[in-house]
């Protein structure tokens, strides 16, 4: 497999690394972590790691990983996987202990400390394991989908957490993820690989406004919205319109619960949440508007439909239910998003 890619992070920087399956995004971390071979280079604060005759080892690169799976020892507890790494680079068990428990406190699962994985809920054990990828203080930290295996309403909480935790981490991060939100969300700086080679990168407003491949547009392709979160949870569209985000139990907090009445936040809506009628719809969606059919993008057995309207939005539905309800441009439609399928970030 040949991956072409180089690029430059500073401390604070956080890079998302999309593309489709395949693409090389996990070799990628591979080859900064130091458990997959390549030729290039690999340098981290000037100091060599691959290149120029040299390859550091895993153990001895200043790197914390977090995978997918979260791959904690099942047979450590929650403290000593996070003391871990600690202790292989010296620290006294005693010491290396009492910082695991800060950074469980931290990422509040302390009370936790002494269960096992198998013992975790997924959310609990994804928190244990950035803990364990943050308790060795990395100059780099890399993140391979940390999300994706999550529940929705628990992929928020984590994804808040990890947001907070990014903002204090005084090195670089690079984070794989396919999913835009986390993107939007998380990440400063953009890097899309297919086939093994860069083919976009660029801040995430770069990729938005100008996507340069079909998966690009694809991937950016969520709609967007900047507003005001108002005191009855509603959020306020600068450009007109509002939308209402769920409201669901503490358990499961409802996204952007974490924000005040009058912050600016940041919506997302998928494209296939949206639905479309020809008439005003009877069901429980809680935000239902008219609007006009503006383009009909059809691609892949699947048509993008964008309608004009307070807001504007993107769905997207497949072929058949544009023939079967008749759809073309210019037809007057209703559109409805569940608030469940809305999600709020702090802008």
């Known amino acids: ?3 072409a890619v180089a690029f430059e992070l500073d401390a604070g920087e956080v890079l998302a690394t999309m593309g489709p399956n ?6 990628l971390l591979g080859v900064i972590a130091g458990i997959v071979d390549a030729e290039g280079r690999v340098e981290v604060n000037g100091v060599p790691y691959l290149g120029d005759g040299r390859f550091v080892g895993p153990a001895d690169r200043e790197v914390g990983v977090v995978f997918q799976d979260y791959l904690l020892f099942p047979h450590l507890d929650a403290l000593d996987n ?4 600690l202790r292989c680079r010296g620290a006294r068990r005693r010491s290396a202990r009492a910082a695991a428990g800060e950074w469980l406190d931290r990422f509040d699962v ?3 400390a002494h269960r096992r994985p198998d013992e975790l809920s997924g959310g609990q054990a994804q928190r244990v394991a950035l803990a364990r990828a943050l308790a060795t203080e990395p100059r ?8 994706s295996a999550l529940d929705a309403s628990v992929r928020h909480d984590v994804r808040r957490d990890l947001r907070r935790h990014l903002a204090d981490f005084g090195g670089t991060t690079v984070l794989v993820t396919h999913d835009p939100v986390d993107a939007f969300s998380l990440a400063s700086r953009a890097l899309v690989l297919e086939n093994g080679a860069v083919t976009q990168s660029g801040s995430i407003a770069d990729l938005v406004a100008a996507p340069r ?3 690009v547009a694809d991937l950016v392709g969520v709609n967007q919205y900047r507003g005001t979160r108002r005191r009855d949870g509603s959020i306020a569209l600068d450009g007109g319109g509002s939308l209402i985000a769920a409201e669901v139990s503490e358990a499961a907090r409802p996204p952007g619960s974490d924000i005040e009445a009058g912050e600016a936040v940041f919506v997302v809506v998928r494209p296939n949440s949206v639905g479309i009628h020809t008439t005003p719809p009877a ?3 809680r935000n239902v508007w008219a609007g006009e059919i503006d383009t009909l993008e059809v691609g892949g057995g699947r048509t993008r439909v964008r309608v004009l309207g307070t807001p504007s939005i993107v769905a997207e539905v497949t072929s058949s239910a544009v023939a079967d309800l008749g759809l073309a441009v210019g037809a007057t439609v209703w559109v409805s998003v569940k608030a469940t399928e809305i999600e709020v970030l702090p802008a």
Do not use: C, Y
């Open 1 to 3: 497999f040949e991956l």
């Open 22 to 27: 395949g693409s090389g995004k996990s070799t």
């Open 82 to 85: 996070v003391a871990f790494g």
């Open 110 to 112: 302390g009370g936790l």
């Open 140 to 147: 780099v930290l890399l993140l391979d989908e940390p999300l």
């Open 213 to 215: 491949s079909r998966f």
């Open 283 to 285: 069901g429980s969606a």
